[in-house]
């Protein structure tokens, strides 16, 4: 075991090696290399992932005037000949080009997972008060319409080896969308989990989608939907709101995992009640909260809420200078501009808008501020969070085409 | 049309230096990524409360022996030094093996290795040793042709009279050499943990490869940045825009351009052409073949990338715990847990827990994770070819699942730990979540397989005949040094700087 015995080996194996090498190249094909699609772990990513999908809008129901759901078949003639596969409880950010501008909304998916075999993805869009784009949704889209929509996304969705095994959805108005799609994904075995969902309405009237669940719950065991009302008594339905109290009556034994999926009062008090009972944070999920408003009313914001200031954006190079309020995040000053920049989640969780603050003071939410570690050290922000402090600028990403 | 002096194609870890380097001697730089974020694997994402970082949290060169061309010396040069950390054990290695079976902590610097490992095989020190002391030999060499007036033109008399046992190194295995050395079994299997870093089970792994990774491991130990790899990334890009460097996210360079004679002479992103001087693919030459004109390209080069096969890629496993490492029982900051005690039975045996890592952020950096909880970060290799290809979209997310449960499980079990019910968030990559971001065949991490013919030294000695297409420059995992960031970084740094040396030749 000397030193020495490494001089049994050659040193003039290098050659060896080179020759070898030659030899192998040399005899290769000289083709041009395989295209990426036609390897698998690409083809799939591709598929669940596509960079966006050009859709057709096929039907569209009408519940009122206020609230409709449209559904989505594949647009082939614009490259997209299937849809891709989601997980119950994801969302679409669509495009909607509105008088030469476009704006992105993101809208969780009603439908099921095993929908997209169908050929179609299903949503269900409510009037939002001083909304221009669900407002120039329901007002404009006829079946026949060509939109833009991306992949599905977002992280509101099932997973067993996190969550428990029973789910107590909390839905508040059209919160109820993605439960919709768990409930019929459960139905359809794309979920193992089950489902026990306290749905806040007004009326009975407006529960819209509860009839359809009422029978998925018959056919499926793992179902089980209470109907909370808080404008009426009604035979079978809860009153009031959704307490602990509540939440307790139709909880199982042991764990359970609570996601929540409504407008930010709901959350503002159900978060409270779900405190009283005491379960962990890894129980407790919530949808995206959605635009950030009155950035005011948080004792940490430092600005003047009627100042007015200059955005000067640059996106590939080219820069534009415009206004923005100081009540309205940088996003939605781009898009009044009609700069196109990216979002999707627009509630600082997902990073599509990330991008570099040049010059300028901002104020960021804490509660809604998903940035990095590293992004906070280097200034960089997410546009659909972010309220201009003073005058700024910043780069953005364009999108990409 | 735009004109530059020099494009940087990818913002990954030796696209990021190449262009800072190229910017930094005052070329205009202008650096072109598909994704919205810089540095390729060195980023980071959040889920919950938790910021996760998609690959290894550790720079294994972060300075080598020589302090040559190291990592820290990168940075340096850029004033972008990042404060970093450091965790004293290399690994625990858990081997489950029946007859040759152990559990030992393997501590950084050369002598508390060779104490751990004389501890747990008794009387293999010496041999140990010889093996780790042929790095001041082939670190020499490297020394060598790194600053040889001739570039990487090697002369083969003085390599064999001076460097001999680089000579021996590089062109045998990391076993056989081993085995003239006269290294226990035992001992080779524990000191052999490593392989998986760079794909190829040490039966096929070019000595010269695995020493210099392990040995540089052993000097400077395990290193890591406070704010994941993110953090490295975004100072490089602020180092790179300090001397005037341009870089655009977003935009995907969808072809290659070429003159009549074969020049590189730009890109398209995004619809618009960019020309420049000089062009640098830190993507890999399979994608600059499919974008370009492939006539136009040397034969060489396309036999060269149809020769090839892709390395290794991951399926990665990243979980957000709700109790602390200590309340769990996690005391190592990586484990590796084998079967078998052979490095090729190991790899083998890869898709049944064969083979794996678990590394735990926190017990190299206490806070990394908010107060009362924990993170564990587990690596299991897998290879082209592994991946199901009648797996359908809807089977996906329930795949992903149930390698994570069985890797979770094997974990608990060989730790004695629990830590599945405290998952607070999971998130589960796969070589379809890699070719995703990384855009790369297969989903590969480092792009071609290190083992055998196409090992580090054939790369290196071939790279100015493999190489040479006029103006089109290429650095990152899929150049001459393989795998990890800091190959990244040294291969970015060593094309930015031949790029302007040529510039400055051209007298441009």
Known sequence: ?401 | MKEYDVIVVGAGNGGLVAGTTTAQAGYKTLILEKHNLPGGCATSFIRGRFEFEPSLHELCAESTSSELESTKKIFADFDASVELFHEDTLYRAICKDKEMGYDVVMRADIENFLDDIEAAVPGCRASVAAFLNLCRNIDGAQVYMATGKNGMKLNPFVLMNKYGDFMRTASHTTEEVEIALGIPEKARSIMNTYWGYLGVPTDDLSALHFISLLTAYMQVRPTMPYKRSHELSLNLVKAFQGFGGEIRYNSEVTRFLFDEKGKAIGVVANGEEYHAKKIISNIIPNNVINRSDAKKLPKRFRKLANARKFGMTFVTVYLGLDRTREELGIDDYSVFITRDKDPRVQFETRKDCGYYVVNCLNKALPDATPKGTSTLFFTIPFMPGDFPEDLTPRQYKEFKNSIAEKYIKDYEETLGISVRPYIEEISIATPVTFARYLGTPEGAIYGYDTGNWDNVVGRTAMEPMEFNIPNLYFCGGHSTMGDGFPSGYITGDRTGRKVVKDLRKEGK
Not at chain 1, 111 to 121: H, I, K, Q, R, V
Not at chain 1, 380 to 394: G, M, R, V
Request: charged fraction near 25%; aromatic fraction near 8%.
């Open chain 1, 1 to 401: 075991m000397s030193k020495s015995s490494i001089k049994k080996l050659a040193r003039t194996g290098l050659v060896g090696v080179i020759t070898k090498r030659l030899s192998k190249v040399g005899k290769a094909s000289d083709a041009p290399a395989k295209d990426l699609l036609d390897y698998y772990p690409n083809k799939l990513a591709a598929a669940l992932h596509p960079k966006a999908q050009q859709v057709i809008i096929k039907e569209i129901k009408e519940f009122s005037p206020d609230m409709k759901s449209i559904y989505f078949a594949p647009n082939p003639a614009k490259g997209t000949d299937s849809l891709a596969w989601f997980s119950a409880g994801q969302y679409l950010s669509i495009s909607v080009d509105i008088e030469g501008k476009t704006f992105k909304r993101p809208y969780s998916i009603a439908s099921s997972p095993a929908d997209t075999l169908n050929g179609f993805y299903m949503l269900t869009i409510k009037r939002v008060g001083g909304g221009i784009v669900s407002q120039y949704i329901l007002d404009n889209w006829k079946e026949g319409m060509e939109v833009t929509v991306s992949a599905p996304l977002g992280d509101f969705s099932y997973e067993r080896l996190r969550d428990a095994n029973t789910v107590i959805g909390i839905a508040g108005g059209s919160g109820i969308t993605p439960f919709r799609s768990l409930a019929k994904a459960i139905s359809e075995g794309d979920e193992p989990c089950s489902l026990v969902l306290l749905y806040g309405s007004r009326t009975l009237k407006d529960a819209v989608f509860s009839d359809e669940i009422e029978e998925m719950s018959k056919k499926c065991g793992k179902i089980k939907l209470v109907n909370v009302l808080s404008d009426e008594k009604a035979e079978g339905c809860e009153s009031g709101f959704i307490t602990a109290g509540l939440i307790k009556k139709y909880a199982p034994e042991g764990d359970y995992s609570i996601f929540m999926c409504g407008p930010q009062a709901m959350y503002n008090f159900a978060d409270k009640e779900i405190e009283k009972l005491g379960i962990r944070r890894k129980f407790v999920r919530h949808e995206l909260f959605g635009e950030y408003f009155h950035p005011e009313r948080n004792e940490d914001y430092t600005g003047n809420i009627e100042d007015r200031f200059n955005l000067t954006v640059t996106i590939a190079g080219k820069t534009t200078t415009i206004p923005c309020d100081a009540n309205t995040t940088l996003l939605r000053a781009m898009e009044a501009a009609g700069l196109n920049p990216p979002s999707d989640c627009r509630s600082g969780r997902c990073g599509w808008c990330h991008s570099q603050l040049l010059s300028g003071k901002v104020y960021i939410p804490a509660s809604v501020d998903g940035r990095r570690l590293a992004d906070k050290e280097f200034g960089y922000i997410h546009p659909c969070c972010t309220f201009p402090l003073s005058d700024l600028a910043i780069d953005v990403p364009p999108m990409p085409q």
